[in-house]
């Protein structure tokens, strides 16, 4: 800070992708988030971001601004958006800007939000803390890089931080350029249906699917796994997991998955694409490796949903690698007369349970106990494996005493 008070702050221009670097300070962010935000962003997935300035500098306003909007936002969403406007024979003009549904801002404290070591005086503001540097530095590099920063704001309704910003365009020779992504080749008859939580932001649906169509995707926007029943073909359905605020209940998203499965036993070549807010990946992780699951986080990065996308329809090619893939899984099924009994309380978790056991190609029937499970046991079923699932305790003994007898 000091040196941009004695004008000796300088920019130290390199080529770089300037996509990468809101990537990577978006998702920096995400990970940290324990508010249960929707963390989106909104960029033209097959545009060219590669630029010549000062990355250091882009990052640091990124971080800011995004930092800050996380900060002052209970609940709701932040997106981040990147433009292209215009071009030059010598610069390319972007239009970046962080959106957040926080507390707002009034028209008269707009005046004193770059101001150094300044904050709004507002006894809600002051409350979350800080130095109130960052967006006077954010504003000082905006400047220095020969951009424009911006501020609309509304008590209660949240702000728009933006930037109008020449940067220059790359030196890089044409064969050390990133190439752009490419659109998928997706079958005319291949169907990518979308699921979003009925509660979730329609930020997050217009985000995910200006991406999936700019991949060459069409999507059928879903708010529930149950309305796939209703679509006559569904190959792909992509499965945006719900937020779950710290501290939450978890089971919302469990039961989604396993609804999921359930469909996925009834239609054994459909492919899942489960997208997971990044804050909650670990509680996620447990569906990873499941037969037709592929597992992701959000934000989305164009270029690891197309990769994800591109590996869902490839196991959908009606050739004969689809044909020998096919026969491959047959050959890993359990043979004939692997029946398994599930027992388990939970209605919830016996349902995911059971579909598991079915996509994994068992045959399987689920009770809720011991006592249910009696009729079958003496009418000398052939059960293979008897699978009982009692979580939190108050049972398991019981259940090994039954077992026994």
């Known amino acids: 800070m000091a040196k941009i008070e004695v004008g000796r702050m300088s920019c ?46 882009m990052r640091q306003i990124f971080t800011n601004l995004i930092a800050n909007a996380i900060k002052f936002t209970e609940r709701g969403y932040v997106k981040v958006v990147a433009e292209f406007e215009d071009e030059t024979e010598k610069h390319r003009i972007f239009r970046f800007s962080v959106h957040d549904t926080g507390i707002g801002i009034s028209t008269e404290d707009i005046k004193l939000l770059f101001q150094r070591f300044s904050q709004v005086d507002s006894s809600k503001t002051r409350a979350y803390g800080g130095t109130g540097l960052g967006l006077a530095i954010c504003k000082e590099f905006t400047e220095l890089m020969g951009g424009v920063m911006q501020v609309e704001s509304d008590i209660g309704q949240g702000s728009i931080f933006s930037m109008r910003m020449p940067l220059a365009n790359t030196q890089l020779p044409p064969e050390k350029k990133v190439v752009p992504l490419a659109p998928l080749a997706v079958p005319g008859n291949a169907q990518v249906a979308v699921v979003f939580d009925p509660l979730s932001d329609s930020v997050l649906h217009d985000s995910a699917c200006s991406v999936l169509r700019g991949l060459g995707a069409r999507p059928q926007v879903l708010q529930s796994v149950g309305a796939c029943d209703d679509l006559q073909r569904v190959d792909i359905v992509v499965l945006f997991l719900p937020v779950v605020r710290k501290g939450g209940d978890f089971s919302g998203l469990h039961e989604v998955v396993g609804q999921l499965l359930t469909l996925q036993s009834r239609r054994p070549n459909l492919q899942a694409i489960l997208v997971c807010p990044a804050a909650q ?22 270029s690891v949903l197309r990769d994800h996308l591109q590996d ?19 050959a890993r099924k359990p043979s004939s007369g692997s029946e398994v009994l599930l027992l388990c309380r939970q209605a919830k978790a016996r349902s995911t349970l059971h579909a598991l056991l079915t996509v994994c190609g068992y045959s399987c029937v689920s009770l809720g106990g011991w006592d249910e499970a009696k009729s079958f046991l003496e009418n000398a079923w052939n059960f293979t494996v008897v699978v009982a699932f009692f979580p939190g305790g108050g049972g398991g003994g019981a259940g090994r005493g039954q077992a026994g007898q």
């Not at 909104?42 to 630029?51: K, P």
């Open 12 to 57: 130290h221009p390199v080529d770089f992708d300037v996509r990468k670097v809101i990537e990577d300070v978006v998702d920096a962010t995400a990970t940290a988030d324990t508010k249960g935000l929707e963390i989106c962003l909104s960029m033209d997935c097959l545009s060219d971001y590669q630029v010549h300035g000062d990355e250091n500098m």
């Open 281 to 302: 990946q670990v509680e996620a992780s447990s569906y990873m490796g499941l037969p037709g699951f592929i597992f992701t986080t959000r934000p989305i990065r164009a």
């Open 312 to 330: 869902a329809l490839s196991r959908l090619d009606q050739n004969e690698t689809q044909l020998e893939s096919t026969q491959q899984e047959q």
